[in-house]
């Protein structure tokens, strides 16, 4: 007897080699290759599926796994986080989850440096007003900005990303501190001269303060009024982790009345909405969610993801599931 080869339901356009890849693993359906799937859709497409690639846009919870019925073996979302999907609700059902860790590492730290020098050095800003063609001339006093050399920046969560921005920052001469759930090797705090200080010490400390830690229950709303009021005078903030590890509203606040100097912000809280708060704000630098966004590291993220749901498919381990 022949079986059916899988169904494989992808929920947004991936690089074509990772289409290919999946296509030789069983029969693809991406119903909406321009836009992404509401969720009434996704309970439709995912109907019978064997597997699903999905991304951080899917809310994947037990109904979409019940909307999939019993063949579903495997979800493989094409990026590292993953607060986006219940989990424990999936794998209690016996579907793995998998994500994509360490291709998009080099990525998001060079844009988190992007916003870094983009904002400490008034980049944006002095872009808009060349632009708009509004009148400037060259004065040893205009638009100066903050310089790196021997500030110190503050990540919070030394993971890859954290360690990858850490690097960037000691090859600009900065000093390096961290806060976390736990203490990294002692290696790798030598390799990178950093130092850990509790969450309070490192926000009073900071001149900026980078987020890099995953978005859950007990990182929401990390960085709020009482963090922003914490941190140094004059200090910056960047957030390419996930928009709720801060209140945009606090920090719209607080980058109107000065209390601390500026933003660097890849992601927002209700994407692509953004705080109009924000948007009126000189000091603050806006990108839509463009940490991982390079033609290299979005193929090698779909690439990982389809070689994930192929492994799965042929009864081998996936190479990066994620533990629930
Ligand atoms: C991720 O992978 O989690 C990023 O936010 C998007 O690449």
């Not at 009021?229 to 903030?237: D, I």
């Amino acid at each position: 007897m022949t079986h059916a080869p899988p169904r494989i339901v992808v929920t947004r356009q991936i690089a074509e080699p990772a289409l290919a890849l999946l296509r030789e693993a069983g029969d693809v359906d991406l119903p909406q290759p321009d836009r992404g799937l509401t969720e009434a859709e996704l309970h439709r497409a995912v109907a019978g599926a064997d597997a699903l690639v999905s991304t951080l846009q899917d809310r994947i919870d037990a109904s979409v796994i019940a909307a999939a019925g019993p063949r579903l073996r495997v979800v493989a979302t094409v990026a590292v986080g993953y607060d986006n999907i219940d989990v424990d609700a999936v794998t209690e059902r016996g579907v793995l989850v998998t994500n994509t860790p360490g291709v998009l590492t080099e990525a998001t730290a060079d844009l988190t440096f992007g916003l870094l020098l983009a904002v400490t050095r008034r980049i944006g800003e002095g872009e808009r007003l060349v632009r708009e063609q509004r009148p400037w001339e060259f004065r040893l006093d205009f638009m100066l900005g903050a310089g790196l050399q021997g500030r110190t920046l503050g990540i919070v969560g030394l993971g890859q990303i954290g360690r990858a921005v850490a690097r960037r920052a000691k090859a600009f001469g900065m000093e390096i501190a961290y806060t976390g759930r736990r203490r990294v090797p002692e290696e790798v705090e030598a390799e990178l001269s950093a130092r850990f200080l509790p969450q309070a010490e490192l926000l009073a400390s900071a001149d900026v303060v980078s987020l890099h830690c995953p978005l859950t229950p007990q990182t929401r709303h990390l960085i709020d009024a009482s963090a922003l009021a914490a941190m140094k005078p004059g200090a910056f903030l960047l957030n390419t982790t996930r928009g709720p590890v801060v209140d945009e509203d606090a920090l719209a606040r607080a980058l109107a009345d000065g209390v601390i100097a500026g933003a660097g912000l890849d992601v927002f809280e209700e994407e692509p909405h953004v705080h109009p708060g924000l948007l009126e704000l000189d000091n603050v630098v806006l990108t839509p969610h463009l940490g991982s966004a390079t033609v290299e590291t979005r193929t090698e993220m779909a690439l990982l993801a389809a070689r994930n749901v192929a492994a799965v498919l042929s009864d081998e381990p996936a190479l990066t599931p994620v533990r629930s």
